[in-house]
C-alpha cells in the first residue's frame, strides 16, 4: 500500500465522534486508574473506535492508561510529538493543569531528534508498533510568544522531516498539527503538505471564523480536520446557574456568556440540548472527519453518545442563522426526524 493509499484509509476510518483523552491524564481532577478503565471500556463498548491523547496528558498518564485498556485492540489511535519528558522530583499536587499526574516535566521540542525519540516513548505506553495519526502538538504564537518563530523553525526544518520519514516508513497512517490555533495551521500550510488538523476550539457552534479562507483551504487541499474541544472548554455544555461558564480554558466575558445564553434560548425553544447541536454542528463541513469531546466517566460517554443521536430539526439551525448565530457561509446538518 503506498503513503497515499495509507492516509485515505487512515482518515475514511475516523468515526464521527471519537474520544478525547485529556481526562484520563487527570486533567483539572485527579481520576483513578479503575475510574480511567472504566471510561475507556464504555466508550469501546459503545462503539467508539478513535482515541486521541499525547505525551502532556498527564505526562505519559494518558498514554498509559490507553496503552493497557487498548492493547490488542482494532482501534484508530492518534498521539502528538512536540514536548519531550525531563523526570523531575515531584512535589506540587497539581502542574500545567494535571492533577497527580506522573513525575515528569514537559519540554518543548520540536526538533527531528526530540521528535523521533518522543515518538518511540509514546510507542512504548501505548504498547502499539505504531499509531494512526501523529500530530505535532501545540504550536502557535498565542501559546509561544517571542518563542514561536524558533520553535516554528526547529519544526519546519526538523520535526516534520521526522514525521514524514515516520509516515513513509508505515510507523504513522498519517501526519499533522494538533493545536488551539488557526492561524498556525495557515503557517504551516504554506510550507509543508499535512494530512490533518486537530483543531480545538476553533470551529463550533460559538466560533466560527475558521470559515473565512481557512476551512475552504483544507477542502482544496484535501486536509481533513478532527475538531476538539467541541464544547469551547465547557461554554456549550455546563449548566446555567452552575457558577461561572468557561471558555478557553478561563472564565467567560459577557460577551461570551451572552452569545451561549442566546444559542442555549434557541436551542431549548425547540426542545433540543445546546450540547447537541454542538456536537453535531461541526461535522456538516466537507472537512471535518470527527469530534472528540473529552469524557471523564461512563455518564458521559452516555451523554455524548445521546447528544451526537439526538434528532435536530432544520428549523433549529434556521433560527440560529436568523439571529446571526451562524456564520452565513456554515454547512448546516441535514435534518434528522424522530423515529
Known amino acids: 500500500m503506498d503513503v497515499a493509499d495509507e492516509r485515505s484509509q487512515v482518515l475514511a476510518r475516523l468515526p464521527r465522534l471519537g474520544f478525547g483523552g485529556a481526562a484520563v491524564g487527570n486533567l483539572y481532577a485527579p481520576v483513578s486508574d479503575a475510574q480511567a478503565r472504566a471510561v475507556i471500556d464504555a466508550a469501546l463498548a459503545a462503539g467508539i473506535g478513535y482515541f486521541d491523547t499525547a505525551p502532556h496528558y498527564g505526562f505519559g498518564l494518558s498514554e498509559i492508561r490507553l496503552g493497557h485498556a487498548l492493547a490488542g485492540r482494532d482501534v484508530v489511535v492518534s498521539t502528538k510529538v512536540g514536548r519531550r519528558l525531563e523526570p523531575i522530583d515531584a512535589h506540587e499536587r497539581e502542574r500545567h493543569g494535571f492533577v497527580d499526574a506522573a513525575p515528569f516535566e514537559p519540554v518543548f521540542d520540536y526538533a527531528y531528534d526530540g521528535v523521533m525519540r518522543t515518538f518511540e516513548d509514546s ?12 500530530l505535532a502538538h501545540d504550536l502557535g504564537r498565542d501559546t509561544h510568544g517571542e518563542a514561536h518563530a524558533g520553535h516554528m523553525r526547529d519544526f519546519l526544518d526538523g520535526g516534520y522531516r521526522a514525521m514524514r ?27 509543508v503538505d499535512l494530512d490533518v488538523f486537530l483543531l480545538a476550539g476553533r470551529y463550533t457552534l460559538l466560533e466560527q471564523t475558521a470559515l473565512d479562507g481557512f476551512l475552504p483551504r483544507c477542502v482544496e487541499r484535501g486536509v481533513k480536520i478532527i475538531v476538539g474541544g467541541p464544547f469551547n472548554s465547557g461554554a456549550l455544555v455546563e449548566a446555567p446557574g452552575g457558577g461561572p461558564i468557561h471558555y478557553n480554558y478561563a472564565p467567560a466575558g459577557p460577551e461570551i456568556v451572552a452569545r ?80
Do not use: Y
Not at 452516555?302 to 433549529?316: G, K, M, N
Open 165 to 191: 520519514e515516520l509516515k513513509d516508513a508505515g510507523a504513522v497512517g498519517a501526519i499533522g498539527l494538533g493545536v488551539n490555533e488557526q492561524a498556525v495551521c495557515d503557517e504551516a500550510l504554506a510550507h
Open 123 to 134: 510507542l512504548r505506553r501505548l504498547r502499539r508498533d505504531r499509531v494512526d495519526v501523529l
Open 260 to 339: 451561549v445564553e442566546s444559542l442555549r434560548r434557541v436551542c431549548a425553544a425547540h426542545g433540543v440540548p445546546l450540547a447537541a447541536a454542538a456536537l453535531q454542528f461541526p461535522l456538516a463541513h466537507p472537512a471535518v472527519a470527527s469530534v472528540i469531546p473529552g469524557m471523564a466517566s461512563p455518564a458521559q460517554v452516555a451523554d455524548a453518545l445521546a447528544w451526537i443521536e439526538t434528532p435536530i430539526p432544520a428549523s433549529l439551525w434556521d433560527d440560529l442563522r436568523a439571529e446571526g448565530l451562524l456564520h452565513p457561509a456554515a454547512p448546516l446538518p441535514s435534518a434528522r426526524a424522530a423515529a
